[in-house]
């Protein structure tokens, strides 16, 4: 605690005067405050959210996958040998759903296709009961 003791010099009264000097006090606390005010925007999110992590992992072909390619004219293949009809499509994709461990499929779809072809083939591969489907594409160059 300190105490303010005056000179003797100008009114000569001696007083002694008992204040405390609070400028260093408020000098830390606004020093405190500006570095509070810097560091909760760091510290606080908006919305709590668990990111995926990205990761760059080649694509691992098993010989129980399954590739399906989708062509620029919507003719549709099963690894490598054309499919004629929907239904053909449907009895090859019920047919590998019931193996076990379930096969992974694979839709490859030119860069050039409709959508409307590759939109009947998931939807044929949802409906034959597969559980895990993939699509291929290149890599992104330069990026």
Known sequence: ??????????????????????????????????????????????????????????????????????DRQGNIYWNDSVVTSNEQLLNLIKAAAMVQPQPEIHIRGDSGVRYEYVGRVITLVQRGGIAKVGFISWPQAGG
């Open 1 to 70: 605690m300190g105490m303010n003791v005056s000179s003797g010099g100008g009114d000569g009264d001696g007083e002694v005067l008992n204040a405390i000097n609070t400028t260093p006090l408020v000098d830390v606390m606004l020093v405190l405050l500006i570095i509070f005010l810097i560091t909760i925007p760091v510290i606080t999110k908006t919305v709590p959210l668990d990111l995926p992590k990205a990761s760059n992992i080649a694509t691992q072909t098993k010989p129980e996958n399954i590739t399906i390619a989708i």
